[in-house]
């Protein structure tokens, strides 16, 4: 479970990411790049301890392998009033 305020946002900003790219319609190997990219990124901005980047790395694993985040929502019907 992240703590650190700062891996929070990061973790809001990644996941908000792969949604956002899920709905455009890139799939599990552009995300898990994506992913990747991220991480590198942070590790060499030192912008996290590295122990916070690797929990930040298995929450977001989870976050992706959770298929419940990346469902459509279905229309709902509309009532007819007639």
Do not use: C
């Amino acid at each position: 479970m992240l703590q650190d305020a700062k891996s929070i946002r990061y973790y809001q900003r990644i996941t908000d990411a792969l949604v956002d790219q899920w709905n455009r319609g890139y799939r599990s190997d552009d995300l898990r790049r994506y992913v990747a990219g991220y991480l590198a990124a942070l590790h060499h901005s030192d912008a996290l301890e590295p122990y916070l980047i690797h929990r930040l790395e298995a929450e977001v694993g989870r976050f992706m392998f959770d298929s419940s985040n990346f469902a459509l929502a279905q229309p709902q019907p509309e009532p007819d009033y007639r």
